[in-house]
């Protein structure tokens, strides 16, 4: 029996075309949402890694500015009296009549801490002279080839000149142990300009620091001419400079010492440091209109009009009072462009830059009330009465008078006398009551001597107040993360 097969035939599915639209809107939703999540994950990673970049910029700023600052400090040329020359912690400004307790060996040169403004934090000054010792951080035996302050000096192609200064002839540079050093904010950068103290190499003969003329031995920088007037002079030289009898005078190591009076022109008179006016000795801070400058930058000093101290221009940059800054960007118009821009940066971004001194009375660091200065035995003679403070800083004002030794007469214990003139440095106290005799005793001016005067014993006291040291904070951000740093340095003078 023949039975018949039956083919069934089973048609595939049409294939589809399409996702539904149910379908595109989870698969979109899926995709927007795993998007978002790596946008977030990628952005937190990017603002991760720029904070990350960002502390570590400030960390390493932080780490250069503080090098910088303390080894200036610990080089400070103006450092505690050793005893006999006083007896207080700290550092103490000299005064006039202060030539016999001058310390040659530690106050040397000069400190000023300028706080201007209380108010503000960006118009404070910091300036001082400062000088690789023996034993000290980039010191060797022969000072060729220590750690030397290296600063530019043009090729004068005569003998002793600046150019020669490292040992090296024609490298367009110079060097020196000791240097003037200045601390300033403007426009939210933090300047530090150095000038060098000339410092000749050694010789069988010291060589003179004034450049010469070979035999001739003048202070001359070229045939005829005893200024320099090949270009302006901050352009070509590094150096800490002023002018002597209307004749360039460069500073020198020997300028440090405040025990010679004024025969070497000593840097320690404020009419002879960088920043300061040549006539009168006031410190130059100040625009047309009362914008403050606080020092000019090396752009400004390195700009062809600039002259001084070079030459003795007719608009004297320190005597100008037309100076202005019109564009806002922090550069005086007249000497704006100079060839050497930014060349005294220390830090950029820097929003404060606050100096305190300690008070002793307060135990803290607060900010001064003005000018803590060093001064200079003879600082009085190259100023005019209108410009003198009204009492040295740092004398103890709470002695209420200045006594004078009387022959015959009881001595009172109110009043103190002093041992040099009326500075006050160095007084006597009374410690025994008695009449004095017929003749003034010998007053040595060394702390802790006992004299006895017909019954009264008088005492030598150091009657100077002491700045026993500083505290500098700096605040600046990172330009890329925006991220704020704060960096307070506290230094000791007490040694």
């Not at 932080?62 to 505690?80: K, P």
């Not at 500075?423 to 040595?444: A, Q, V």
């Amino acid at each position: 029996m023949n039975s018949r097969q039956r083919t069934i035939r089973i048609n595939p599915p049409h294939p589809r075309s399409a996702f539904t639209l149910t379908e595109m809107l989870v698969a979109t939703a899926l995709v927007v949402l795993i998007m978002l999540m790596f946008a977030q994950i990628y952005g937190s990673a990017v603002g991760s890694i720029r904070e990350q970049r960002g502390l570590s910029n400030n960390d390493q700023k932080a780490r250069s500015l503080e090098t910088t600052i303390r080894q200036d400090l610990q080089r400070m040329t103006y450092r505690q009296a050793a005893f006999p020359y006083g007896d207080v912690q700290g550092i103490v400004p000299l005064a006039t009549d202060d030539d016999l307790i001058v310390d040659s060996v530690n106050q040397l040169g000069y400190f000023l801490y300028d706080e201007n403004s209380v108010d503000s934090k960006s118009d404070d000054i910091l300036q001082f002279t400062m000088q690789i010792r023996s034993g000290q951080r980039g010191d060797t035996t022969d000072r060729h080839n220590a750690n030397r302050f290296v600063g530019k000096a043009a090729n004068l192609g005569i003998p002793n000149e600046p150019e020669e200064d490292d040992g090296i002839s024609s490298n367009s540079l110079g060097s020196s142990r000791a240097a003037e050093v200045s601390y300033f904010l403007r426009g939210g950068n933090l300047y530090r300009r150095v000038l060098l103290l000339r410092d000749p190499k050694l010789s069988t003969i010291q060589e003179n620091p004034q450049p010469t003329t070979g035999t001739e031995r003048r202070r001359q920088y070229h045939t005829g001419n005893r200024d320099y007037a090949g270009t302006n002079y901050y352009d070509s030289f590094d150096y800490a400079a002023t002018r002597r009898n209307n004749v360039l005078w460069f500073h020198s190591i020997d300028s440090l010492a405040n025990d010679r009076e004024l025969i070497n022109w000593p840097i320690a008179i404020p009419n002879h440091r960088f920043g300061f006016d040549r006539s009168d000795g006031t410190s130059v801070e100040t625009l047309m209109g009362g914008e403050r400058f606080n020092r000019f930058t090396m752009e400004e000093t390195s700009n062809n009009n600039f002259l001084w101290p070079g030459q003795s221009p007719a608009n004297n940059p320190y005597t100008r009072t037309d100076l202005v800054d019109t564009d806002g960007d922090y550069v005086i118009d007249a000497y704006a462009g100079g060839n050497r821009v930014a060349e005294d940066i220390l830090m950029t971004k820097v929003e404060s830059f606050d100096v305190k001194g300690f008070d002793l009375s307060a135990n803290s660091y607060v900010d001064a009330s003005g000018v803590y200065d060093t001064w200079h035995p003879h600082v009085y003679s190259q100023q005019p009465a209108s410009l003198r403070p009204s009492s040295y800083p740092g004398r103890d004002l709470e002695q209420a008078g200045v006594g004078t030794w009387n022959p015959g007469v009881a001595a009172p214990l109110s009043i103190p006398v002093p041992v040099l003139g009326s500075s006050r440095s160095m007084i006597y106290r009374l410690l025994r009551n008695g009449t004095t005799g017929d003749h003034r005793p010998e007053l040595p001016a060394i702390p802790g001597t006992i004299v006895e005067d017909n019954g009264a014993l008088w005492e030598c006291v150091d009657n100077r107040v002491p700045l026993k040291g500083i505290s500098i904070t700096v605040r600046f951000l990172d330009q890329g993360s925006r991220l704020p740093r704060q960096v307070t340095i506290v230094h000791s003078f007490v040694e």
